[in-house]
């Protein structure tokens, strides 16, 4: 039932009552941090940037919008994985300018569950770049990649922040990890 409290909390917070952003506070950033756990989970372990950080700078851009509608929880988190995906790629972006080409920020395209786990690494400015081209080509699909992979949400999640069926996201999933391992794997050559 956490998901239906932070759905009443949201709306409540879209409404202006502050006394509920001070309970949703808590239980979002929660939320947040095991998806940003999940996600650096594929990182080295010198990796500076860790979840509580990565959660941190999200929160920040999260709490600064004003007059943003809240749907329900699937919606906030959503949008929540755009902004890790953004901090992500600008902080990728700047140890690149920092070190002229040094050392890159490794993301695997990993999934739990019911698909199976590629095991190559992958740049995530390439990634980026490659999921902006498919974003053009099929912008549902790049939706889907976004939510699941940068903001951990499960099929059903995505499936309903998309008004989609579970199975059209699983076949996009499917499709969309297929064609960036494919841009990526010709980006490496």
Same mark, same amino acid.
């Given at each position: 039932?956490?998901?239906?409290?932070?759905?009443?909390?949201?709306?409540?917070?879209?409404?202006?009552?502050?006394?509920?952003?001070?309970?949703?506070?808590?239980?979002?950033?929660?939320?947040?941090?095991?998806?940003?756990?999940?996600?650096?989970?594929?990182?080295?372990?010198?990796?500076?940037?860790?979840?509580?950080?990565?959660?941190?700078?999200?929160?920040?851009?999260?709490?600064?919008?004003?007059?943003?509608?809240?749907?329900?929880? %699937? $919606?906030?988190? @959503? +949008?929540?994985?755009?902004?890790? =995906? *953004?901090?992500?790629?600008?902080?990728?972006?700047?140890?690149? &300018?920092?070190?002229?080409?040094?050392?890159?920020?490794?993301?695997?395209?990993?999934?739990?569950?019911?698909?199976?786990?590629?095991?190559?690494?992958?740049?995530?400015?390439?990634?980026?770049?490659?999921?902006?081209?498919?974003?053009?080509?099929?912008?549902?699909?790049?939706?889907?990649?976004?939510?699941?992979?940068?903001?951990?949400?499960?099929?059903?999640?995505? %499936? $309903?922040?998309? @008004? +989609?069926?579970?199975?059209?996201? =699983? *076949?996009?999933?499917?499709?969309?990890?297929?064609?960036?391992? &494919?841009?990526?794997?010709?980006?490496?050559?």
């Amino acid at each position: 039932m956490l998901g239906g409290n932070i759905t009443q909390l949201l709306a409540a917070w879209s409404d202006g009552d502050r006394a509920a952003l001070d309970v949703l506070a808590p239980l979002v950033e929660q939320e947040l941090h095991h998806i940003a756990a999940r996600y650096m989970a594929g990182e080295r372990d010198e990796h500076v940037l860790q979840p509580t950080a990565l959660v941190n700078e999200a929160y920040l851009r999260l709490v600064d919008w004003k007059n943003v509608r809240w749907q329900n929880r %699937a $919606h906030f988190f @959503g +949008v929540a994985a755009q902004l890790m =995906r *953004r901090v992500l790629v600008d902080f990728a972006r700047s140890r690149r &300018r920092a070190k002229r080409g040094g050392d890159e920020v490794r993301v695997t395209l990993t999934e739990a569950g019911d698909l199976p786990s590629p095991s190559r690494d992958a740049d995530l400015e390439a990634l980026d770049e490659a999921l902006k081209r498919l974003e053009v080509l099929d912008p549902r699909q790049g939706r889907v990649v976004e939510l699941r992979f940068f903001g951990g949400l499960s099929l059903e999640e995505t %499936a $309903h922040v998309l @008004g +989609v069926s579970v199975g059209t996201v =699983r *076949r996009d999933w499917s499709l969309a990890r297929a064609w960036l391992y &494919r841009e990526l794997d010709n980006a490496s050559r």
